[in-house]
């Protein structure tokens, strides 16, 4: 079996669901789309996209040497259904469970650990590096030409096999490793994405306007939302799933095996008015190793002040 089989196998042992393979070259595409999407102001107040496009662009210059990126995709889909009354909240997905980042760089070390001593063994000298969300990659870019999906209409990652509830990250390392065939796009003619979304975020296929979209609004812009916005957001309180859920590719989507992703207590039905009366520490012991402190205590309080708003307004089914 090649090494480069073998570290698959690796990472189906180690629980990641999805791994692909993709060779560092000289392609631009992915540098000029995300320089276009910051030219365009699509970002926001995400000035750390910015500061950091040179080496979003060019992956050298995150980590000189590397030759090949070793992606991976962990499906963290549940079988839930999120109960939907008034006075209640709703969560992205992603954040009903466990942090992912957590779990998932654990994971990613251990399986870069074990990729340096089998290379060695090879008689290889690998040095790696792991990388989860926060690292400046493209990291949807890289696991489409790995093979793994491909980036739907929504600019999200769209797996055959999965659908789009995937999480990415990867081990960027310094050997040359056998790379597989980019994933075609199979969204066809299909717009449901675009036309679903409640802040018409997507101007055109596969350009996300991150200041409209409401998983921004709700997790990384700080102060107030603009107003024109309030309306739309209805009651959900991080994040937004809409052009995910509506997707044909998540109608099969099969249930994680991985606990962290379990729902907590709140996650399917968060009290609006328990919120909006929870105090600081509360806070932080509530969603503690949870992605919802992302948006920080204030960050939340102004969500939920907007979603109650929002249900006074409008009684949901
Ligand atoms: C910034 C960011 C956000 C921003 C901006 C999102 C975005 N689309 O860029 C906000 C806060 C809005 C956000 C929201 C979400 N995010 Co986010 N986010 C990121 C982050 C940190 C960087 C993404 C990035 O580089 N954007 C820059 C722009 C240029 O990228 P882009 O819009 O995707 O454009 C690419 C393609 O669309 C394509 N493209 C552009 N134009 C064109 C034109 C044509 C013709 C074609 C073919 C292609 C094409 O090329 C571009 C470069 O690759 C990544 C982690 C990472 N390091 O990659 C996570 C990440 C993308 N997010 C993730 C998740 C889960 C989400 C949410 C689902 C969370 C939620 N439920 O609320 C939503 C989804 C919203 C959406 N529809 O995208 C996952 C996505 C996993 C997946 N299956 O794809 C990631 C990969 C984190 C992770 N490690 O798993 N996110």
Redesign the pocket.
Known sequence: MTFSNRIKDKAYALGFDQVGISRVDTDQ??DN??R???SRG??GQ?GW?ERTAEK?GDIRKVFPGVRSVVSV?VNYYTNHTPHETTGKGRI????WGDD?HYFMDDRLREFATWIDAEAEKEGLQCESRT???????????W?QRAGI?W?GK?????SADYG??????EVLVTVDLDQDTPAP?QCGACRL?IEICPTD??P?????D?TK????LT??HRGPIPEPHHSDIGNRI????D??DICPYNEHAVSTSEPAFAPRAYALSPDLKELAEQPLREFQTTFRKSPIKRTKYEGLQRNVAIARTNANHRDLP
């Open positions: 595409s992915a789309q995300l276009a999407w910051l699509f970002h995400m996209m979003r995709a992205a997905r992603y954040a992912y990388y989860v969300d926060t690292g400046p990659i493209l990291e949807k870019a696991a999906g980036i929504h600019s999200n990652l769209v789009s509830w995937l999480l990415l990250g796009d994405c975020a997507i055109e296929p596969y350009v996300l991150a979209c409401i998983a921004y997790i990384e991080f994040g937004c799933d052009c995910l």
